[in-house]
Each structure stands twice: as structure tokens, then as C-alpha cells.
């Protein structure tokens, strides 16, 4: 099994926005946890743009999103990595799979896949029923003979996998029953989330993966391709979302929570700060700039448990103004 990152080395984090809505008050609690994890202790922080899924990202929300980052008063170091420009990391990584037997060439359809199979409990995902597993033996077969485009998909074995996560604990998920072998390249060519994200956790030096505690599951298949790929594992830091009264999720839809929206209406950046620090349990002034909280910063203090943002919190925030 590959090495986590000694826990002396300086910690290094990613902010991974994806630009298919409007980011909120959500992503502002999940970026900030991610950067104050970093810079208090004197890490780097690197931005990357998490915009493969072209069906989804619009490319015109990238701006807004630098933007909300930096009225959040963020920064980070050096140029941001756009996956866009430049998916060779991603065609490599899916190269070394199939040479090395990891990975197999696929051609089944999204429709194919909801009619063979019922999407597991609490997961909208469709697990792949491993339909092409052992059929070919290179991409060019697969298209040749079914007369379609193949994408690729990664081989994953039966039975638990264990993943550390530093707020939660131990984990067991079981990635085969749960969604089948992972696809990593799509019929149409894009390269999907899992792989594109381990590539880049790795190119990118990440130690430490700070995000929604909705990846949790991600990283069992995450931990698997790492493997694969020789790559070591950062720490896995899954903060809990931030629902609404319903305990529904924040949605990028949502215009009320959204960060360009608020910041529109001249709210000060410092009361979201605030809010999003004293909702992890770090001291915090009512308002306050993201650095003022790095003194005291700690991530374990963060409960473990969802938060909810009520109607009486969003509207104090949304009447914080400047
Ligand atoms: N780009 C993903 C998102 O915006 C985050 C992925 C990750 O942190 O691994 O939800």
C-alpha cells in the first residue's frame, strides 16, 4: 500500500471549485476550512479548476468563482490549474491502467446501465454491472467490433475497503457493490472526476484534502485508483455540509445563499468569515477576515455533525452589510 504524507511535511491543500452554479455559503464554510487548514500551520494552498464534465461547467462562472474567492479573502499560490487545458496527465494515467490490465475498455450507454441496474440505497449513481469486464483487449477492439465509441473503465475487486478520514475515522465502503468498476473516461472522451482528481492531487503535491463530506464515499474509489496509479494518499478531511432547515443540502441554485449574490447586495465578506468559523468551533469576532482566524485555527474542533443554517442566521448574514 502506497504512503500518506509524513505528518511533518508542510501541509499543502486545494480549493476545487466546479464552475456548474453559482457557489454559496456551503462551499465558503468548505473553502475556508480547506485554507485556514493550510495557512495556519505556514502550507500552501493551490486553486484548481475542476471543469471537465462539459455537459455541466459553464465556462462563464469561472471568473465569478475567482472573484467569490477572493472577496472570501482567499488566495493561493501560484497559477491555477485549469483541467481543461491540458487533459495529457488524464490520457497518461488511463494509458498506465490499461497497459498494466487495470482497466478495460467500455460501451455501454447511460440507458444501458439504468436498465440493468437499480441505483444503490442513498446514492443516485447507477452501479455498472461489469457488462464489458474481459470482452476486449484494446480500445480499437471494442469500437471495431460493437460499432460504437468505448470508454474506459477501472477495474475494482470484491469486498470493503477501509478509508481514513481525519474528523470521522475509519470507514469501510464497498466500491464494487456500491457502483461497479469506476468509469474513468467517458464514450465521449471527457475524463471523469475520480481519475482527473487523483491525478491532480498527486501532480499538485496535495497532503491534505479538505471538501464536503458528500466526497466521503469518492474517496474509497479515490484510495483505489491511487493504488493503481503508485500515487500516495493525502489525509482525508470531510467537513459536514451545511443544510437548510429541511436538512436539505445548500443548492447551487439557490440565489438567496449564493456568494456573488450576497456580495452584490454589499454584505460584508467578514460576517460570512465569522460565520463560518464560529459554525466550526473556532474563536472567532463577530466579523472577522480569514487571516484574523488563523492564529487560533484548528480543523479537529469542527463538529462532525451537519450544520444548519437557519432562516434567522441567512438573513442576519444577508443584512450584514457594509
Ligand atoms: N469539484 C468538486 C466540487 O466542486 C470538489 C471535488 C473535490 O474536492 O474532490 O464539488
Known amino acids: 500500500m502506497?504512503?500518506?504524507?509524513?505528518?511533518?511535511?508542510?501541509?499543502?491543500?486545494?480549493?476545487?471549485?466546479?464552475?456548474?452554479g453559482l457557489l454559496h455559503l456551503g462551499h465558503a464554510r468548505s473553502f475556508l476550512l480547506a485554507w485556514w487548514h493550510a495557512r495556519s500551520s505556514g502550507g500552501r494552498v493551490v486553486l484548481r479548476i475542476e471543469d471537465l464534465d462539459r455537459e455541466r461547467c459553464k465556462p462563464e462562472l469561472v471568473d465569478t468563482c475567482l472573484r467569490d474567492l477572493e472577496w472570501l479573502g482567499l488566495d493561493w499560490d501560484g497559477?491555477?490549474?485549469?483541467?481543461?487545458?491540458?487533459?495529457?496527465p488524464y490520457e497518461r494515467a488511463c494509458a498506465e491502467l490499461l497497459a498494466a490490465g487495470l482497466a478495460y475498455s467500455c460501451v455501454c450507454t447511460r440507458a444501458e446501465i439504468a436498465a440493468l441496474s437499480a441505483p444503490h440505497a442513498g446514492d443516485s449513481e447507477q452501479r455498472y454491472p461489469g457488462t464489458c469486464r474481459g470482452k476486449w483487449t484494446t480500445l480499437e477492439a471494442a469500437r471495431s467490433s460493437s460499432g460504437r465509441a468505448a470508454g474506459i473503465r477501472f477495474e475494482v475487486a470484491n469486498g470493503p475497503q477501509l478509508v481514513?478520514?481525519?474528523?470521522?475515522?475509519?470507514r469501510a465502503f464497498d466500491v464494487q457493490r456500491e457502483v461497479g468498476d469506476v468509469l474513468v473516461q467517458r464514450r465521449d472522451g471527457a475524463f471523469a472526476y475520480q481519475l482527473a482528481v487523483v491525478v491532480d492531487d498527486s501532480r499538485q503535491g496535495i497532503t491534505d484534502v479538505v471538501r464536503g463530506s458528500d466526497l466521503w464515499s469518492s474517496a474509497a474509489r479515490q484510495l483505489l485508483l491511487q493504488r493503481a496509479l503508485g500515487f500516495a494518499h493525502p489525509r482525508?478531511?470531510?467537513?459536514?455540509l451545511v443544510v437548510d432547515e429541511?436538512?436539505?443540502?445548500?443548492?447551487?441554485?439557490?440565489?438567496?445563499?449564493a456568494l456573488a449574490e450576497l456580495r452584490a447586495q454589499r454584505v460584508d465578506a467578514r460576517a460570512v468569515v465569522a460565520w463560518a468559523a464560529a459554525s466550526s468551533g473556532q474563536p472567532a469576532e463577530p466579523r472577522c477576515t480569514a487571516r484574523e482566524v488563523c492564529a487560533r485555527f484548528d480543523l479537529r474542533a469542527c463538529p462532525r455533525t451537519a450544520l444548519v443554517l437557519s432562516a434567522a442566521t441567512l438573513a442576519g448574514l444577508r443584512a450584514a452589510t457594509q
Open 79 to 88: 497559477p491555477p490549474v485549469v483541467q481543461s487545458r491540458d487533459t495529457s
Open 246 to 257: 429541511g436538512g436539505e443540502r445548500l443548492a447551487k441554485r439557490r440565489g438567496d445563499v
Open 2 to 20: 502506497s504512503e500518506r504524507a509524513p505528518p511533518s511535511s508542510p501541509v499543502v491543500t486545494r480549493l476545487a471549485p466546479s464552475p456548474t
Open 236 to 240: 482525508w478531511w470531510h467537513v459536514p
Open 164 to 170: 481514513r478520514d481525519e474528523l470521522h475515522g475509519e
